[in-house]
């Protein structure tokens, strides 16, 4: 029987389904170091946060048939090494959308109306904050979002359907077209659309194209009413400008899931600002969404170890050699 590791916990009912077809491992605990001397030794991966699959960690790998990502992002998996070594990688980019899309919703509404400074205050005893705070309506407001696709595009539909907000974009790997296809504004100036809106949301992957995009001129355009959102990765803003913005009064409020570098030190300057709301990177952790991600993975695994074309490849060209 074929043998799939999986290195961090994900749905029960994932892990109910792999058993039906592979001898499923669950290293849940191990270090870094100890999954890498059981790699050898398996056909399958389900890989979660927490472990990176580089080019020297398939140097040694001979019966490794897939790699399976469980969630949306590449980054923590070297593609092209991969494709060199005929491994297919499947991973779920319609798995975390609802549930990624929500959170960021969320961070944008307490953001708005201060949750973190009244929660402090209130479990402090400090009721009279309420003569202290204004918040902020997002009615009609203006949203510009960095990246329009899947989780981008709900985002934009919540903010759109349930708050009337008028909806700019700026992604380049879409077109004019497309972007407005998807009830957009398009935009091809990022600094351009930080002056224009009220909210900025982050939708768009790490890869080098976007590593600090969000930088000091785009935090400065957006100026000191504005909202900045991250619920994608950390890398791509630049953390001490955010900071300095939100310390200075450049930056009304921020909205964080994602940190550079991941887990954040203890003593980031973030922790201590009233005017940020902070969650670890957990905006697809709902019931829903992890079931969704671990069966959408478990089933391309096991598609990929049966000899079928799975459903989501992140390198297809391998499959088209099989």
């Given at each position: 029987m074929k043998k799939v590791l999986i290195n961090k916990p994900i749905h029960n009912d994932a892990i109910k389904r792999l058993t039906e077809e592979v001898e499923v491992l669950t290293p849940f605990k191990a270090s870094a170091d100890e999954i890498?001397?059981?790699l050898p030794n398996v056909q399958g991966m389900v890989l979660c946060a927490g472990f990176k699959v580089s080019a020297d960690t398939l140097e040694n790998v001979r019966e490794l048939e897939v790699i399976g990502r469980h969630g949306a992002g590449l980054e923590i998996v070297d593609i092209q090494a991969a494709t060199r070594k005929h491994i297919p990688v499947?991973?779920?980019p319609e798995g975390p959308t609802e549930s990624t899309a929500e959170h960021a919703f969320l961070l944008m509404m307490a953001a708005a109306r201060?949750?973190?400074?009244?929660?402090?205050?209130?479990?402090?005893g400090n009721f009279d904050i309420r003569d202290q705070v204004v918040g902020m309506e997002l009615r009609g407001k203006k949203v510009g979002i960095v990246g329009l696709g899947r989780i981008g595009q709900r985002f934009a539909?919540?903010?759109?359907n349930a708050l009337d907000m008028k909806i700019y974009a700026f992604d380049p790997f879409l077109a004019c077209d497309q972007v407005e296809a998807r009830g957009a504004i398009y935009c091809d100036d990022l600094l351009a659309m930080a002056r224009?809106?009220?909210?900025?949301?982050?939708?768009?992957?790490a890869v080098p194209q976007t590593y600090r995009l969000i930088n000091a001129a785009v935090l400065a355009a957006l100026g000191p009413k504005g909202i900045?959102?991250?619920a994608a990765r950390g890398q791509i803003v630049d953390e001490a400008a955010l900071i300095q913005a939100l310390r200075e009064g450049g930056l009304a409020a921020a909205g964080l899931d994602v940190y550079d570098p991941e887990p954040p030190a203890k003593d980031n300057p973030?922790?201590?600002?009233?005017n940020v709301v902070l969650t670890p990177h957990l905006a697809s952790f709902t019931e829903e969404g992890r079931r969704r991600m671990g069966l959408m993975v478990a089933e391309d695994v096991l598609r990929v170890l049966r000899g079928e074309r799975p459903l989501y490849p992140a390198n297809p060209e391998v499959l088209s050699e099989k």
């Open positions: 890498l001397t059981m499947v991973f779920t201060k949750l973190s400074m009244l929660n402090r205050a209130i479990c402090s539909e919540m903010c759109s224009e809106v009220d909210i900025v949301s982050v939708h768009c992957p900045m959102v991250n973030l922790f201590q600002m009233d």
